[in-house]
């Protein structure tokens, strides 16, 4: 099994403590979003053959990367990078300190270890296109080197995302302006050794342009970290999802990043309100 932590939460910037808790224990609960029963995941270490984190903030978490390795459990930190306004991502980590989190992660762990996310793309009055191209240029330029790919995605008018960003003036471009985005995000990328992949929006993928669908839980980056083959079918989590089969162990509504383009909680003050009320050693987050 291929453990994610987590597209639904930021475990490593807030939860670190848990995670470790729940590796001692040797098992985990995880409600069902949806309803239904909970689930009970094995956290042994021959039952886990990778894991995939994905964060804002890595720094609290550097026991959590150990207990894995220690478990010689294979694993990649997906890391979102943006450089969007303040207002809109509040409390995440300013760009120069998380370009310098994501060489570390590289440094330490190697760089197919490490994958940078410019995720998602918004664009608005405050973010305009070419606000959005210089800034990936500059951030693709502080990373050069340390990361070989970078994730994108366009800002969706989900629900909750419509809630968070209320009062911002943002749109969702048409296809054809996103597709000329895209392109010139791409040629930046290859100019500092990265490929540009596109996370679950297939109308979008353009092999012609370098422009290639994303496997964010990868099979084959993940072999190419553990040395030896981790194998596991292509399963999405939603339509047009390429990521192999995985269990994800977060919850929604917990993540207090307070990013306004959130799709997994629905307001910070909830988020924050289920994160000062957690309890590390309860077996479920």
Same mark, same amino acid.
């Given at each position: 099994?291929?453990?994610?932590?987590?597209?639904?939460?930021?475990?490593?910037?807030?939860?670190?403590?848990?995670?470790?808790?729940?590796?001692?224990?040797?098992?985990?609960?995880?409600?069902?979003?949806?309803?239904?029963? %909970?689930?009970?995941?094995?956290?042994?270490?021959?039952?886990?053959?990778?894991?995939?984190?994905?964060?804002?903030?890595?720094?609290?978490?550097?026991?959590?990367?150990?207990?894995?390795?220690?478990?010689?459990?294979?694993?990649?930190?997906?890391? @979102?990078?943006?450089?969007?306004? !303040?207002?809109?991502?509040?409390?995440?980590? /300013?760009?120069?300190?998380?370009?310098?989190?994501?060489?570390?992660?590289?440094?330490?762990?190697?760089? =197919?270890?490490?994958?940078?996310?410019?995720?998602?793309?918004?664009?608005?009055?405050? %973010?305009?296109?070419?606000?959005?191209?210089?800034?990936?240029? !500059?951030?693709?330029? @502080?990373?050069?080197?340390?990361?070989?790919?970078?994730?994108? @995605?366009?800002?969706?008018?989900? /629900? =909750?995302?419509?809630?968070?960003?209320?009062?911002?003036?943002?749109?969702?471009?048409?296809?054809?302006? =996103?597709? %000329?985005?895209?392109?010139?995000?791409?040629?930046?990328?290859?100019?500092?050794?990265?490929?540009?992949?596109?996370? %679950?929006?297939?109308?979008?993928?353009?092999?012609?342009?370098?422009?290639?669908?994303? &496997?964010?839980?990868?099979?084959? !980056?993940?072999?190419?970290?553990?040395?030896?083959?981790?194998?596991?079918?292509?399963?999405?989590?939603?339509?047009?999802? &390429?990521?192999?089969?995985?269990?994800?162990?977060?919850?929604?509504?917990?993540?207090?990043?307070?990013?306004?383009?959130?799709?997994?909680? &629905?307001?910070?003050?909830?988020?924050?309100? &289920?994160?000062?009320?957690?309890?590390?050693? @309860?077996?479920?987050?």
């Amino acid at each position: 099994m291929i453990l994610s932590a987590s597209w639904r939460t930021d475990i490593p910037a807030f939860y670190g403590r848990w995670f470790l808790a729940r590796l001692a224990a040797g098992w985990v609960e995880v409600a069902n979003p949806y309803g239904g029963p %909970t689930s009970r995941i094995d956290l042994n270490p021959a039952s886990i053959r990778a894991v995939v984190f994905w964060t804002r903030n890595p720094a609290p978490f550097d026991a959590g990367l150990a207990a894995c390795r220690a478990r010689t459990w294979p694993f990649v930190v997906q890391m @979102s990078v943006t450089g969007l306004p !303040r207002a809109i991502e509040r409390s995440a980590p /300013a760009p120069e300190s998380a370009v310098q989190m994501l060489r570390d992660l590289a440094r330490q762990y190697g760089p =197919k270890a490490a994958v940078w996310r410019f995720d998602p793309i918004l664009v608005s009055t405050a %973010t305009p296109p070419a606000e959005r191209r210089e800034t990936f240029a !500059r951030l693709a330029k @502080s990373l050069a080197g340390a990361v070989d790919e970078v994730v994108v @995605s366009f800002a969706q008018p989900y /629900a =909750k995302t419509r809630r968070n960003l209320a009062g911002l003036d943002w749109r969702d471009p048409p296809i054809d302006e =996103k597709q %000329t985005l895209l392109r010139d995000l791409a040629s930046i990328a290859a100019e500092q050794g990265m490929s540009l992949t596109l996370c %679950t929006q297939p109308s979008l993928v353009d092999d012609t342009a370098d422009q290639v669908a994303a &496997r964010c839980i990868d099979t084959a !980056r993940l072999s190419e970290v553990a040395g030896r083959a981790i194998e596991a079918p292509e399963r999405g989590n939603r339509p047009g999802c &390429r990521c192999a089969a995985s269990r994800d162990i977060g919850a929604y509504d917990s993540c207090a990043m307070g990013c306004g383009y959130c799709y997994a909680v &629905r307001t910070r003050e909830r988020a924050q309100a &289920r994160l000062a009320a957690h309890d590390p050693d @309860s077996p479920r987050r």
